[in-house]
């Protein structure tokens, strides 16, 4: 088994954020459902992890978040959090999880907190305002979520750009500052146009984090595995790609397979040896 050392580190804290936002610095955030992504999304200096539910899509199978669940999202947390990481680690409510009521908002969210995360990522507009409320009332930091919100993909009749309609675009341009006024440290701006961006971003306060949201927001985030190229077949148009990880691990493991089937590992170099003394006991042994 391999294991890392614990580094002692300082951890992004929301008013190191909001100073950074406020001096015009744009904010990274990529999400991280392990001990090995985190590790490697901390040693990349992003600014924050988001332990994410698209945990069940890109990790579990499911076709969409829908079926992710609290004790899902808990032991994914806890895989995370137990890396220390320094960046500020935001963890996702899953659908259900702040929907039936406030007690279950609460329960569900400082469980994260419990568990290491800083904030919580909530999805919705105005009608969220209650649980938000509820949330901030107990001293559970909020990151807002507009736009394409991925737990909507039914009423939505899919993952298509919201926004691109007169009255859609006012409703998120006042669904932002509505939950900018109800204490949210910030937005994510999910597949709206990149105008309707701008315009947001021209008009909160805080900051605002894009994913298919054009170049204008405070800041941006991606999913892992797609930055780095780890699923196969077609990216979504919003994401660009740094590395092609599937291709290359698929490479390197068939490579492995090949020397363990031609008898080219292990070797000499992966092996352990006796010591000479003990080696003539074995041809003195017999049964």
Same mark, same amino acid.
């Given at each position: 088994m391999s294991h890392l050392p614990t580094e002692s580190r300082t951890r992004v804290t929301l008013p190191q954020l909001h100073s950074w936002h406020h001096a015009g610095r744009k904010l990274v955030m990529v999400t991280a459902y392990d001990a090995?992504?985190? %590790?490697?999304?901390?040693? #990349? #200096?992003v600014d924050i992890i988001l332990v994410g539910d698209s945990v069940g899509n890109v990790c579990l199978g499911f076709e969409n978040t829908l079926p992710v669940s609290m004790a899902m999202m808990n032991h994914h947390l806890e895989a995370v959090a137990r890396t220390h990481p320094s960046a500020m680690l935001v963890a996702d409510m899953p659908y259900l999880s702040f929907h039936l009521s406030v007690e279950d908002t $609460? %329960?569900?969210a400082g469980g994260f907190l419990q568990r290491g995360a800083q904030a919580v990522k909530l999805e919705g507009g105005a009608k969220r305002l209650p649980m938000i409320h509820a949330l901030l009332d107990a001293e559970i930091p909020v990151m807002g979520h507009l736009g394409l919100t991925? /737990? #909507?993909?039914?009423?939505? +009749? !899919?993952?298509?750009? /919201? !926004?691109? =309609? %007169?009255t859609d675009a006012l409703r998120l341009l006042d669904d932002a500052q509505r939950l900018q006024d109800a204490g949210c440290f910030s937005l994510v701006l999910e597949g709206i146009p990149a105008d309707l961006a701008a315009r947001l971003t021209e008009t909160v306060k805080i900051p605002t984090i894009g994913i !298919?949201? !054009?170049? =204008?927001?405070? +800041? /941006? @985030?991606? @999913?892992? =595995?797609d930055v780095l190229g780890l699923l196969p077949g077609t990216s979504p148009k919003f994401v660009r790609r740094y590395a092609e990880g599937f291709e290359d691990l698929r490479n390197a $493991?068939?490579?492995?397979?090949?020397?363990? %089937? +031609? +008898?080219?590992?292990p070797d000499g170099r992966e092996s352990y040896t006796l010591p000479e003394a003990v080696r003539p006991a074995l041809t003195q042994w017999a049964p």
């Amino acid at each position: 088994m391999s294991h890392l050392p614990t580094e002692s580190r300082t951890r992004v804290t929301l008013p190191q954020l909001h100073s950074w936002h406020h001096a015009g610095r744009k904010l990274v955030m990529v999400t991280a459902y392990d001990a090995v992504t985190a %590790r490697i999304a901390d040693a #990349s #200096s992003v600014d924050i992890i988001l332990v994410g539910d698209s945990v069940g899509n890109v990790c579990l199978g499911f076709e969409n978040t829908l079926p992710v669940s609290m004790a899902m999202m808990n032991h994914h947390l806890e895989a995370v959090a137990r890396t220390h990481p320094s960046a500020m680690l935001v963890a996702d409510m899953p659908y259900l999880s702040f929907h039936l009521s406030v007690e279950d908002t $609460l %329960r569900n969210a400082g469980g994260f907190l419990q568990r290491g995360a800083q904030a919580v990522k909530l999805e919705g507009g105005a009608k969220r305002l209650p649980m938000i409320h509820a949330l901030l009332d107990a001293e559970i930091p909020v990151m807002g979520h507009l736009g394409l919100t991925p /737990q #909507s993909v039914n009423p939505m +009749g !899919g993952f298509k750009v /919201q !926004g691109k =309609h %007169r009255t859609d675009a006012l409703r998120l341009l006042d669904d932002a500052q509505r939950l900018q006024d109800a204490g949210c440290f910030s937005l994510v701006l999910e597949g709206i146009p990149a105008d309707l961006a701008a315009r947001l971003t021209e008009t909160v306060k805080i900051p605002t984090i894009g994913i !298919g949201a !054009g170049p =204008h927001c405070s +800041g /941006q @985030v991606l @999913v892992f =595995h797609d930055v780095l190229g780890l699923l196969p077949g077609t990216s979504p148009k919003f994401v660009r790609r740094y590395a092609e990880g599937f291709e290359d691990l698929r490479n390197a $493991l068939a490579n492995w397979a090949e020397d363990v %089937r +031609g +008898g080219g590992f292990p070797d000499g170099r992966e092996s352990y040896t006796l010591p000479e003394a003990v080696r003539p006991a074995l041809t003195q042994w017999a049964p």
